[in-house]
């Protein structure tokens, strides 16, 4: 079984009115207001990517390449034939061939909401916006070094474009991240898309997210090995090891938060989740030796991304991340910046000011905290 580019189409036109519906609901609900986005399907790419853009006269736009789409779908439809990875998505013991083909369709459907709704949360919560206007200030400033139109943001491993400092591009794609994560958990994990031969329940839902974030990143190689060392802190993204355990992090956090009836008690600690990823991985990487005969994909690669020195980086960015909130709060539909948001930033603040003056957050924080 193959998709051709009518079948591609027609699943993303219906995946970007879903993904599109469900922000509007909330928003109309919010301000009485509804947010018109044009998508497109993109054809000149041959990897995962995707983008979103606002033009002169203020129309955003959404691009995914179909490529996207190919790669992500002729993994599962693969993969799914086998009984041992058929169990770990259904849960079930028996291997059904009918059901498995749902499960294509379902876990790909996923997938292209993951993307879609990580560049819809570049649009909702102000992103492009806020860099269209320090880019005509940059503009006015002098030479721009890039020709940007359309004040694209790409999802290739790049660097940071330079109008922005590379840390508030990166906060900037963690908070498109945070978006799509908790968009994922009020879809997949909402009472009314369980359908109990699919998705079990709440967990298995929250479960399956896991699955389909860790493919596709491990297929856009977060398991790669790098030809040369990789300058990290001037790359637009964080590693996507990295960018994988936050995302998992947020999914917990918002499965509880949505889920009255979920307490955090219920929900296993957020290594056990990493752990599942790293398994997905695994299988993501099998499929990518076999069939794209590439040899340099595993999970012992580019671990150090997990590392002390870059956990402490990540603190950093995690500062300008709230930093970033407040600055949107003017060009977000959504609220980005409510009491609860201040509050953490004001924690994170004080860790990055003990962890600068000490070299270390954790226990001076306790000491800090118990006065
Ligand atoms: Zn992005």
Redesign the pocket.
Known sequence: MEWNLEDIENACNKAFKGCLNYLNNDLKNFKSKELSVAFNLGLNKETIN???SVDENGKYHVVLENAAVKIVFDFYNRILVNEDFYKIVSGEDKYDREKASKYVDLLTEMTIKNILF??L??IFNGHVDYIKDIFNKYKQNGEPRYDVTNYT???INSHARPYLQPKEWQA??WN?DDFSATKMVGLFTYDSNIDEVLIKNKFHGLLLIVLTLSVMYSLMGMGRKNDSIIDFKNME?LPKRARVKKYIGVLLAACTKMNEEIKETDILPIEEYVKYSFAIENWANQYVKQYWKRENYSTDNNLEELDEEHENYYLEVELFYYTLLEKLEKYTYFEVYDEETKKVAEEIAIRSFLFKRYGTTEFEYIKFKKK
């Open positions: 995707a983008s979103a990580h560049e949360g570049h943001l790409y999802e900037i794609e498109a993204h």
